[in-house]
């Protein structure tokens, strides 16, 4: 396929859909997996916490083997689509196995569910997310696709929401357990589907340079890409800032506000309009810039978050404003930074003369999923240090309230306005990625021409 050409609705649509139930994979994990195995089964904050940073920290390995294995593949098919097809059975089983687990499970039980889910994350999500790199060499085009398959895993985030909300409304099965058996069944039916669709619809391009060089060398390009570093820094304080709100959220809205079958409306309404936000962002980037409009998104966050403190018992309908202002601030958080990366990755074939987009990828893959754990070890740590109890009828004093509001609210905001100004004047602009791409099509050209012909 042509990188000048956009691609159409359709083949955007085949490449994003596999996000939908990969999404069921990161958010709902780190609301929903903390609280039931500590309320539900009786697991300790401490333990899930470490469970979860543990299990995370064994990416360090995995990650970089995966994406350079990945810009190594050559077969028939391509050499993403064979890794995304292969973690799929993975983690349809480890998902399964997590959301349901039968009544007496212990520490190791999660700790294998949850390595072999993040194993298998890592098989697909690094040669699925590089792929999107490969789609298109064009600087606003790249935002067109993250933002296509950004919306399309926002859908899968409102759904793992929405329909455990219409279960409850329809049918009155509600809470913890049934949000749990609902979701484990929604990927064993939705990931199969969505992976044989994505592989058989969407072509490989074959228009990419093959990778030689070796893996420390290309780490050690890696860490002089000034801009990639930049957009890693920002990624690892916005992230980490983000998922020490995630675990959070269900005990809040459950022991701070009195509602607690009510978590997943408030994260179907915070999805809802992060979905409607990806347009938004993605249109505001094209005018003002990637980075300019991923810093925007970052202080309207911090400006939103700190009011949820001012909630109590019975506010629940109160904080849907703010949550909704929150989720439109993070509409901007998948569909910026994966164009930027793609970007960086432009700027390091310009250095290098390789395409090594998985490499880059597996780093920015495990620089994600270390902040998701570390903000969840954070949140259920430190929760755990006060003395805050999530057993069922536990009796929490109000110093376990309010320091529960207080490291719900201030840290979270604190790192998300860091973000921002890390972020501010990052230096690939509009104008000078065309100047990366000029070159990098000039030397391909180069490339391109038969030894001994005349110039």
Known sequence: MSDRKPLSRFRLFCYGVTDLPLSFALTPVLVFVPKYYTSELGLSLIVVGNILLIARIMDVVTDPLAGYWSDRTRTRWGRRRPWIFAGMPLMTLSFYLLF??????????LFACI?????????????????????????SERSRITGWRSAIGVVGNVAAQGIPILFLVLFDYGGDEAVMTILGIMMVISLPLAVILTVTQVPETDNYISSTTPILKGLGLMWRNGPFKRLLVALMIGSTAFNITTPLYAFF?????????MTVVMLGFFYLSNMLGVPFWVRLSNIIGKHRAYALSFILIGCAHPLYIFHGWGDFWWMIPITVVSGFAAGAFAALPNSMKADVIDLDTMMSGDNRAASFFASWSFTAKLS??????IALNILGLIGFEPQLGAANTPEHMLGLRLLFTVPPSLMFFLAAAVIWNYPITAARHARMRASIERRNARRAVPSGTAG
């Open 115 to 139: 390595m072999g889910l993040y194993l298998a994350l890592t098989i697909i999500l690094i040669p699925y997310y590089s792929w999107a790199a490969e789609l298109s060499s064009d600087y």
């Open 372 to 377: 998701a754990a570390l903000g969840g070890w």
């Open 100 to 109: 349901l687990p039968p009544d007496n499970v212990d520490a190791w039980y």
């Open 253 to 261: 809205v459950g022991y701070v506000l009195g509602a607690p079958t």
